[in-house]
């Protein structure tokens, strides 16, 4: 007796070269039975010989080549060549769960379930000080979400009704998709369990500015288009973010500034002070992230710190938008060793 296809696994990569290998192997390692799920592998013009190490590895693969890259191109290219009723979509440097769509795929019987994810979390947090700070970046509360990350497990008719991913956008791809479905009528669910890890790689200051640039970008794009909306996304966060970065821009100037004028250290102390004091009040805030207070206090400082090249993103987006132009992909992540 034949096993009914369940699942197709959409796996989205460029020059993922190791990364890759590793996806995959977690993919045929997952506990379903064999022939309820496929893989499909969809590669940006990759460079590194990915397509043939996929396609060896057991996966369908496509490539695409867009003028302008956009991870929504590569998973509507991934859901055009899926053949099961859900669909599963990874990003080349993850690795799943095994037991995560085991977990999920009941869940999908109420028929007004859409989404299902679960934890991402970092492979490598002590690899720097990067990785481990923004691994925290990951966790969400358990229950009823707005939306998902790039990892999640959908029902193809959710997708279908939506018609897919926005290719248009650069970033907040998912958050889009999630909030057309939710004004349908459709489900977000985020459950506590594991279901991905993920090598972020990031030991560079220049891969920290441009992955907060991109949020930004996102912000402004994806807040403009429901602010008029029944169901308005990032709204609050993308205002604030426009109101706190100049603060925070301005006040290591005013204690250098007076302290320079008054001749004394006490303007810039002053000022050190008040910084300190917003990074560990951040950190207490997200207490229910981590029971670590080193990095819960570097957490804190990266949540203002951050609020900088956000805020770039965001007029980097409207500078665009003013000069009817379109930004490329904002890439943080090099090409793997």
């Given at each position: ?170 970033a907040g791809e ?12 459709w489900r977000i ?92 009040r951040s950190a ?54």
């Amino acid at each position: 007796m034949s096993t009914q296809l369940l699942v197709s696994v959409v796996v989205i990569g460029r020059n993922e070269g190791p990364r890759l290998r590793r996806c995959l192997d977690s993919i045929r390692a997952m506990r379903l039975p064999a022939g309820s799920f496929e893989i499909v592998y969809v590669d940006s013009d990759s460079t590194d010989g990915s397509p043939a190490e996929a396609e060896a590895g057991g996966a369908r693969v496509c490539v695409v080549r867009p003028e302008r890259p956009a991870a929504a191109i590569g998973r509507n290219a991934g859901l055009r060549t899926a053949a099961a009723p859900f669909v599963l979509f990874l990003d080349g440097d993850t690795v799943l769960d095994p037991d995560f769509v085991a977990t999920s795929l009941p869940l999908f019987d109420d028929a007004t379930v859409a989404v299902v994810s679960g934890h991402r979390r970092e492979l490598y947090p002590e690899r720097s000080l990067y990785n481990r700070v923004l691994d925290l970046d990951w966790i969400g509360p358990a229950g009823e979400a707005d939306f998902c990350g790039g990892d999640a497990l959908i029902r193809r008719d959710a997708l279908a009704a939506v018609d897919g991913y926005d290719e248009t956008l650069i970033a907040g791809e998912e958050p889009d998709m999630c909030t057309r479905m939710r004004q349908l009528g459709w489900r977000i669910l985020r459950l506590d369990c594991p279901m991905t890890g993920h090598d972020l790689a990031m030991t560079r200051w220049s891969q920290y500015w441009r992955r907060a640039v991109r949020t930004g970008h996102a912000y402004a794009e994806v807040s403009a288009r429901y602010r008029a909306s029944a169901t308005p996304l990032w709204q609050a966060e993308a205002h604030a973010n426009w109101v706190r970065a100049p603060i925070l821009l301005a006040l290591p100037l005013t204690g250098l500034a007076g302290s320079l004028l008054l001749r004394s250290p006490l303007p810039a102390l002053v000022v050190t002070g008040l910084l300190a004091v917003l990074a560990l009040r951040s950190a207490r805030r997200f207490a229910w992230k981590s029971t670590d207070w080193l990095t819960l206090i570097l957490y804190g400082v990266h949540s203002h710190l951050q609020q900088i090249p956000i805020y770039w993103g965001q007029l980097t987006y409207w500078r665009h938008r003013r000069a009817g132009r379109r930004q490329r992909l904002i890439e943080y992540k090099g090409d793997s060793a």
